[in-house]
């Protein structure tokens, strides 16, 4: 009896692994038809230049509005896109649509922006992203300085990276390290890297409070981007005590729910047209 029971459960348990590998297959086929018919959508997350308070940037973060499965987050088709190959589809695609929306804000009259998007880190180190993003910046017909790539701490430090960080850079294109303190990377390595800016995780910017700024790793990180010269930008900015923190610290940008979540285009242009500094310059 024992054994049977044995038996029947490893028969669930390969009925469950196939169950969840035909999911699994499905997701991807779906998201890659996504790709193609307008499910993906690009919202765009205002920065703020925190001397002015002006809104200088925005970063792109995928959507995916599907028809079957409602909005999903980027946590719940990004990795699967990654493990498959599908995200090089995804960034370009994201690409595409941040040099057309470069163009029509210009040609809508709006201050020049900056638009960061995300790369994966199998589309830095294949090669052709500089290529990629020269034929994006040509066929919208914007300046390859209005782009920049953000890529994450632990890729940039890796021993792939290099060469195509250098090759986007050499566009003009500007290079953040995203995610920066989360990892444990070679500090010389990324030293020898062309790089503009470094952003602090929203888990360091979390741990900021009123009066606890010194020490931290906010501290750190902003200390470091300005002993090489960088600029230093904050995520995940929720509350006005974190924001007087990072000034206090001498921080160069901030984004999160405090200035405005992720938003369509459109909102991007009203917030901008609108024009008053958000939350008070210093
Ligand atoms: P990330 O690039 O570090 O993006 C920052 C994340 O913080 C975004 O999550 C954003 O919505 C979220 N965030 C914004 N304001 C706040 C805040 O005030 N507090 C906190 N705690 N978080 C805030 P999102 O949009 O879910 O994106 C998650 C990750 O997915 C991104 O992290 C990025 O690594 C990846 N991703 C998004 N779009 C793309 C894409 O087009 N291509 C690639 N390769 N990756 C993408
Ligand atoms: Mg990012
Ligand atoms: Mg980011
Ligand atoms: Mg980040």
Same mark, same amino acid.
């Given at each position: 009896?024992?054994?049977?029971?044995?038996?029947?459960?490893?028969?669930?348990?390969?009925?469950?692994?196939?169950?969840?590998?035909?999911? +699994?297959? @499905?997701?991807?086929?779906?998201?890659?038809?996504?790709?193609?018919?307008? @499910?993906?959508?690009?919202?765009? +997350? #205002?920065?703020?230049?925190?001397?002015?308070? !002006?809104?200088?940037?925005?970063?792109?973060?995928? *959507?995916?509005?599907?028809?079957?499965?409602?909005?999903? @987050?980027?946590?719940?088709?990004?990795?699967? !896109?990654?493990?498959?190959?599908?995200?090089?589809?995804?960034?370009?695609?994201?690409?595409?649509?941040?040099?057309?929306?470069? &163009?029509?804000?210009?040609?809508?009259?709006? =201050?020049?922006? &900056?638009?960061? $998007?995300?790369?994966?880190?199998?589309?830095?180190?294949?090669?052709?992203?500089?290529?990629?993003?020269?034929?994006?910046?040509?066929?919208?017909?914007?300046? =390859?300085? *209005?782009?920049?790539?953000?890529? =994450?701490?632990? $890729?940039?430090?890796? =021993?792939?990276?290099?060469?195509?960080?250098?090759?986007?850079?050499?566009?003009?294109?500007?290079?953040?390290?995203?995610?920066f303190g989360?990892?444990?990377?070679?500090?010389?390595?990324? +030293?020898?890297?062309?790089?503009?800016?470094l952003k602090i995780d #929203?888990?360091s910017v979390?741990?900021?409070?009123?009066?606890?700024? %010194?020490?931290?790793v906010a501290? !750190?990180v902003?200390?470091?981007?300005?002993?090489?010269?960088? +600029?230093v930008v904050a995520e995940?900015?929720?509350?006005?005590?974190?924001?007087?923190?990072?000034?206090?610290?001498?921080c160069?940008?901030?984004?999160?729910?405090?200035?405005?979540? #992720?938003? #369509?285009?459109?909102? $991007? @242009?009203?917030?901008?047209?609108?024009?008053?500094?958000?939350?008070?310059? %210093?």
């Amino acid at each position: 009896v024992a054994k049977a029971g044995g038996k029947d459960r490893v028969r669930v348990f390969e009925r469950g692994m196939r169950e969840e590998v035909a999911a +699994q297959d @499905e997701l991807v086929r779906d998201l890659r038809a996504a790709v193609g018919t307008g @499910e993906l959508r690009v919202l765009y +997350q #205002p920065q703020v230049d925190l001397r002015s308070g !002006a809104v200088t940037g925005v970063e792109a973060l995928a *959507r995916w509005q599907s028809a079957t499965r409602g909005l999903v @987050e980027p946590a719940g088709f990004i990795p699967v !896109a990654e493990a498959t190959g599908v995200i090089d589809e995804i960034d370009d695609w994201v690409i595409a649509q941040a040099c057309a929306q470069l &163009r029509a804000w210009d040609d809508a009259g709006l =201050p020049p922006l &900056r638009v960061a $998007v995300n790369v994966s880190p199998r589309r830095l180190t294949t090669g052709d992203l500089a290529v990629g993003i020269a034929a994006a910046t040509r066929d919208a017909g914007v300046d =390859p300085g *209005r782009l920049e790539i953000e890529v =994450p701490e632990a $890729v940039a430090a890796g =021993p792939d990276a290099a060469a195509g960080i250098r090759a986007v850079r050499a566009l003009g294109v500007h290079v953040a390290i995203d995610d920066f303190g989360t990892g444990a990377s070679s500090l010389s390595r990324l +030293q020898d890297l062309p790089l503009d800016r470094l952003k602090i995780d #929203p888990s360091s910017v979390a741990l900021l409070a009123a009066g606890a700024a %010194a020490g931290s790793v906010a501290d !750190a990180v902003i200390a470091l981007g300005n002993s090489l010269g960088l +600029q230093v930008v904050a995520e995940g900015v929720e509350q006005p005590a974190q924001l007087a923190a990072l000034r206090s610290l001498g921080c160069d940008a901030a984004q999160g729910h405090l200035f405005g979540s #992720p938003v #369509p285009a459109a909102t $991007v @242009e009203r917030l901008v047209r609108a024009g008053r500094p958000l939350l008070g310059a %210093a």
